[in-house]
């Protein structure tokens, strides 16, 4: 028991040190753009690629730690990670830039799903659910951390917060090396799968024509409307008012909390007093509200009060949809939750593309855009999404109709 405490200790750490670097680059990333005299689409690009090479590489290193063990394949996720923080602390052009965030979204998508591997293989199925909810309070706590520190430290330099990343990394890597035993034997690796392979396009395309495919598609359009607000967040603040990296942390750190306290504090009591389909409307409605508010704030009392509405609003749909899915899948819960993710990674791939295109059109038009995106998904919602209990009709097996 100690030994299995200290050993979720050390994953704990990791995730941490890994999330807090992807927190520690969205308030600097904006900077560095405005320093190399590139605009919006360059940092669409940065914020696509690395989602990008999550959605293909997440996987294959799931694939690849069930041949070759978990340690191997965690070492590599956080040796990768720190990698890639060096090289961005050094970046003096823009393509050094995407060069370590391809390299960051390849090598740290490791970690996470070996992480969960590693708990899969170490924990009781009693005992599975609380581990898997340590993981997710490390991966909240590196997001919250991550921008103010970084904040902070690059009112002094802009590749100082890069740096920490790094040694932390290191830190981690040294923990699992010394520390954390193997948790797949040899006798239980798949030696017997042929092949390691990443996404299956043509699986997520027969999934939009499944009982869940609209839910989907749904999950797909909150993640991309989200990365309207997300991937040129800095760039916008810094454009409208003058923020600096200290600003623009101290408002995501802001909202990180905002969405922690939403999501583990309220989610659960809303939906079981009104069911997953009504807080998913009412969320759609408040969030396509909060992009039009954002872009009449003049002040940062109301940019404080608009993010922090649609935030709160934004917050709860993720886990509601997901909850959704889960409970009107007539496929197996594995495979649902995997295609959940996947188009909620499509949406995170696509979404900072669009608003990097369009913010240098015009530095509003991704806030107006997300807000047009989720009023669409709201009344698409309103004719699709029924709150009944889902309906079993068809042959013997039967089929779940929304």
Request: aromatic share 12%; charged share 10%; net charge positive.
């Amino acid at each position: 028991m100690q030994q299995n405490r200290r050993n979720l200790a050390i994953l704990f750490f990791t995730m941490v040190v890994v999330m807090m670097g992807f927190g520690m680059i969205i308030p600097i990333l904006p900077f560095y753009i405005i320093e190399f005299g590139a605009g919006g689409s360059a940092m669409g690009v940065l914020m696509a690629t690395y989602a990008i090479m999550q959605f293909i590489f997440s996987p294959i290193w799931g694939g690849v730690s069930d041949r070759i063990g978990r340690k191997p394949v965690l070492m590599i996720g956080v040796l990768g990670n720190a990698i890639a923080q060096i090289l961005f602390g050094f970046s003096t052009e823009l393509w050094m830039l995407i060069a370590a965030r391809i390299l960051a979204g390849i090598l740290s998508s490791a970690t996470l799903p070996t992480a969960m591997a590693y708990i899969g293989d170490s924990t009781s199925e009693k005992n599975r659910g609380g581990g898997m909810g340590i993981i997710g309070a490390a991966m909240g706590v590196g997001m919250v951390l991550g921008p103010g520190i970084a904040g902070w430290m690059a009112t002094y330099s802009l590749s100082a917060p890069f740096f920490l990343a790094a040694g932390l990394s290191l830190l981690a890597l040294g923990f699992i090396f010394l520390i954390l035993p193997e948790s797949l034997p040899p006798e239980k690796r798949a030696e017997s799968i042929s092949k390691i392979s990443g996404p299956q396009l043509k699986e997520l395309w027969s999934a939009l024509f499944s009982p869940i495919g609209f839910l989907l598609f749904l999950s797909f359009l909150v993640s991309f409307g989200l990365t309207n607000f997300e991937s040129v967040f800095g760039l916008y603040a810094n454009a409208s008012y003058d923020y600096g990296p200290q600003q623009v942390g101290g408002l995501l750190t802001f909202i990180g909390l905002i969405s922690a306290v939403v999501q583990g504090g309220l989610t659960g009591p809303f939906t079981r007093r009104w069911g997953e389909v009504t807080v998913i409307k009412v969320s759609l409605l408040g969030s396509a509200l909060g992009f039009a508010l954002m872009v009449l704030a003049d002040s940062f009392v109301t940019v404080l009060l608009t993010t922090g509405f649609f935030v709160t609003s934004n917050a709860m749909l993720r886990p509601s949809v997901s909850a959704l899915i889960s409970r009107r899948a007539t496929m197996g819960q594995g495979v649902a939750m995997g295609l959940n993710n996947a188009f909620m990674s499509l949406g995170r791939s696509t979404g900072p593309l669009w608003a990097g295109f369009i913010y240098d059109i015009n530095l509003s038009y991704p806030y107006w855009s997300g807000s047009i995106i989720m009023l669409v998904s709201f009344i698409i919602s309103m004719i699709r999404l029924k709150p009944e209990e889902p309906v079993r009709v068809g042959s013997s097996q039967g089929q779940v109709v929304d």
